[in-house]
């Protein structure tokens, strides 16, 4: 039974932060590729960030150098800090799993982040 449990979300105003959290249960973590990615209402969902096991992490361009993933095996958590939010991030985020070895996809349940004044 995998769940992956996502808090943190919420509204924020231009320029502050929030760190998004998902705790992961059901899988071996250290087999999984895990990624944050979020979905505006009538967009597809696009991938902000993936972190490997071993620590290595993949950004896309509309994020860096202001989210940073990172994950702890041992709590079986990953998190994104989120810093100099724009309206533009405004989105629903999912946490994902990737178990490298049975070639397995799982989601959380999304949460919302709003930036707005």
């Known amino acids: 039974h995998v769940q992956l449990v996502e808090s943190g979300g919420g509204l924020v105003q231009p320029g502050g932060s929030l760190r998004l959290s998902c705790a992961a249960s059901g899988i071996v973590f250290r087999r999984n590729v895990m990624g944050w990615y979020r979905q505006a209402p009538g967009k597809e969902r696009e991938l902000v960030a993936t972190?490997?096991?071993?620590?290595?992490?993949n950004y896309a361009d509309s994020v860096k150098g202001r989210f940073t993933i990172s994950r702890d095996n041992v709590k079986n958590t990953v998190d994104l800090q989120m810093n100099s939010l724009k309206p533009e991030d405004t989105n629903v985020y999912y946490c994902?799993?990737?178990?490298?070895?049975?070639?397995?996809?799982?989601w959380g349940q999304g949460t919302q982040v709003t930036v707005s004044s």
């Open positions: 972190i490997t096991s071993g620590g290595l992490s």
């Open positions: 994902k799993a990737y178990d490298i070895y049975y070639a397995s996809t799982y």
